[in-house]
């Protein structure tokens, strides 16, 4: 038999690898994948996330069944991409420090399960039914798979071979689709091929042409150069809008901001609309070819009863008048919004109507972004969803307390922030947005915390048949004492270390931490006759870090581990850090702002105080929670800054216990 390999030496730090694992999504719409394959090994691509009727994802063993077929070996690259070798030969087995490998008859080194999602990769090996015999590479059938889609920005490696695919329609042109970025197609005689594609019948990487047909729901690997032209290549033209890291056009909860006329009436009122703007860049250079950019809508269907529910009205504006009309657009035929040619950008209006006045708050309805290509087209989904904050929220959907038990992945955009330029200061939408990232664990009592840096570990055992448990530890000093859950390559075991670098906790100056001689001088210093009396105000007093000029030489360096926050994660309810507990940043902390490792003079800052705030409101998925997030800050300007935006968590594991 033969056989040929790829071997990519690819090292991703972990806490890259967690977020592309983790990217938290607060989406509900589906759609259906159409997934040919050949009898052999097939390089396929998914657009959508399989999950049962909880929301949790499905494993590899569930979503690739067929009754035509036998699916027999499933292997995922471990993260996005990872370091990984393919080989044709069934019995060979996969470099189990770059894939997670699921067989129907499982041998040593199978994984039991793999969570299959959107937007990632995988090796799948078709056999025929009843031990039958089939030609390697004839075809075998279509499988169906429904699951939940999201706008999908990729993140590629440069310098590095990627198992990545594209949506696409028609028969577009490797040329046409990687025009601008980049990446070589055709090169040299005798150089590697910058992407190659798998042969079914001989289980061998081939070189792709620039002439080839780029086949939808197929994975290549493609060899990104530090060349390359952004951080991952999903066709000639760029698209970007308000919130497109969270995967979902959300245009929050109205009731609206912009009064729009409609042309077929004009006597009719102004209606009210949420107005939002899409933004497509064409990123080939001069001489390239004009690319057609159009938006059609997919779900819900015109005859559903909700198809009406959320409206999406283009607009455009009143000639030589500071007011907006709507246009008359086709959504379901498509709405051809730009016609781009080499390195032109154009941006769009839309407003969304929120037509619903009964039932609960959230809906949210599925469209589809598509870019003419040489032969075809490239497209990506864009889910677009609102609130009417007239109606109560689906609580119905959030878990039981219970369930919370353990580490939720959050993102954070804020949108809008204190103008200390404007008269009165007042909260205002920002030019751009920022994404923050929060983890907040919950134990089995309920109690939230914030945990910037922890790592995933589980309890040793000495029996395969004795399951281990999983373990968050937040105190390194425990890790010895416990087994890390990813398996390397040279038999070793790792932890996952799941960390943020947008919140910091305080110093901890509790006097119960002091050594025996600090405590001491603070009792000295506060009048305190015995050193045992020393209580947490003494400690604050004696240091006066907001007077000091240079860095008390008793300060200790330590700081906590995590920080309660009060309050519950539930629909309709919230988090804070509490008006009597925010997150204090002193004049010395390793994070201060003011601060200057190198400079003499900016040794010590100012004070800083962070407080945040988040509410809860739909729950489109059992396993997301969506909300706002507001934040204070103080020490950072003379009067404290606001900032505000939406918020999506995910949980990531059902640990309930911090060590």
């Known amino acids: 038999m033969t056989f040929s390999f790829l071997r990519l030496a690819i090292c991703i730090p972990v806490r890259v690898i967690l977020f592309l694992f983790f990217v938290p999504t607060a989406l509900a719409v589906s759609t259906t994948q159409s997934l040919p394959l050949r009898y052999g090994w097939n390089a396929v691509w998914l657009e959508v996330s399989p999950v049962d009727v909880d929301g949790q994802a499905l494993t590899a063993d569930v979503v690739f069944q067929s009754n035509e077929f036998v699916i027999d070996r499933v292997a995922s690259p471990i993260g996005q991409i990872g370091t990984a070798e393919f080989t044709s030969d069934p019995e060979s ?44 590479g004839a075809a075998a059938g279509v499988l169906g798979i429904e699951g939940e889609v999201v706008f999908y920005k990729p993140s590629w490696t440069k310098g590095e071979y990627n198992l990545v695919g594209f949506g696409v329609e028609g028969a577009p042109t490797f040329a046409s689709l990687m025009a601008g970025s980049g990446i070589t197609i055709d090169g040299l005689l005798g150089a590697a091929a910058n992407v190659q594609k798998l042969n079914p019948a001989t289980g061998a990487w081939e070189p792709v042409k620039g002439t080839d047909v780029v086949q939808s729901s197929q994975a290549y690997w493609i060899n990104a150069p530090y060349t390359m032209v952004g951080n991952g ?30 042309p077929a009436d004009l ?39 909700g198809a009406n529910d959320l409206q999406l009205w283009a607009l455009e504006p009143v000639p030589q008048e500071l007011r907006w009309q709507v246009q008359n657009v086709d959504w379901f035929a498509g709405w051809q919004v730009a016609s781009l040619t080499a390195g032109g950008s154009r941006s769009i209006t839309v407003g969304v109507k929120r037509n619903w006045s009964s039932g609960l708050n959230f809906r949210e309805h599925l469209y589809r972004v598509s870019t003419s290509l040489t032969g ?37 955009i804020l949108n809008s922030v204190t103008s200390l330029g404007t008269a009165g200061s007042p909260v205002q939408a920002t030019a751009s947005e920022l994404p923050l990232q ?38 390194e000093t425990r890790l010895p004492y416990l087994d890390g859950i990813q398996q390397r390559s040279d038999g070793s075991r790792a932890g996952l270390r799941l960390e943020t670098v947008t919140f910091d906790l305080p110093r901890d100056l509790s006097a119960a931490h002091l050594s025996a001689s600090l405590r001491s001088k603070v009792a000295t210093a506060q009048g305190v006759a015995d050193p045992a009396d020393v209580n947490d105000e003494n400690v604050l007093a004696y240091f006066e870090l907001a007077t000091r000029t240079s860095r008390p030489p008793d300060l200790p360096e330590t700081y906590h581990l995590f920080w309660p926050l009060e309050g519950q994660l539930g629909v309709g309810k919230s988090v804070s850090t509490g008006s009597s507990s925010p997150l204090m940043l002193d004049a010395f902390h390793r994070s201060n702002p003011f601060r200057h490792v190198f400079h003499p003079q900016h040794g010590v800052g100012y004070s800083i105080t962070r407080s945040f705030a988040i509410s809860f409101d739909a729950a489109p998925d059992p396993t997301i929670l969506t909300g706002t997030y507001q934040e204070t800050t103080g020490g950072l300007a003379r009067q404290a800054i606001v900032s505000k935006g939406s918020i999506s968590l995910r949980r990531i594991t059902t640990a309930d216990i911090l060590q």
Do not use: C
């Not at 894939?99 to 056999?127: C, F, K, M």
């Not at 009731?255 to 409609?262: D, E, K, T």
């Open 93 to 136: 087995t996969f470099n189990q420090g770059g894939w997670d490998v699921w067989a129907a008859t499982p041998q040593s080194g199978e994984t039991a399960s793999i969570a299959v999602r959107a937007n990632h990769a995988y090796l799948v090996h078709v056999s025929p039914n009843g031990g039958a015999v089939a030609e390697g």
């Open 233 to 262: 290549w999903s066709g000639p033209v760029e698209t970007d809008f308000s919130g497109a890291v969270s995967g979902a056009w959300n245009f929050g909860s109205g009731p609206g901001s912009l009064a729009v006329i409609n």
């Open 267 to 305: 006597a009719a009122d102004p209606v009210l609309l949420t107005p939002g703007e899409l933004t497509f860049s064409n990123l080939e250079g001069s001489g390239g070819a004009a690319h057609q950019i159009s938006i059609a809508r997919l779900a819900p269907v015109g005859t559903d009863p």
């Open 376 to 412: 075809g087209s490239v497209y990506r989904y864009l889910p677009v969803s609102a609130l009417n904050a007239d109606l109560p929220a689906d609580a119905s959907a959030t878990p039981p307390a219970n369930t919370f038990t353990g580490l939720w992945f959050g993102q954070i």
């Open 438 to 475: 929060i983890f907040i664990h919950v134990d089995a009592a309920g109690q939230a915390r914030l945990v910037p840096r922890s790592i995933l570990m589980q309890t040793k055992t000495a029996s395969p048949d004795i399951a281990p448990t999983q373990v968050l530890v937040v105190d």
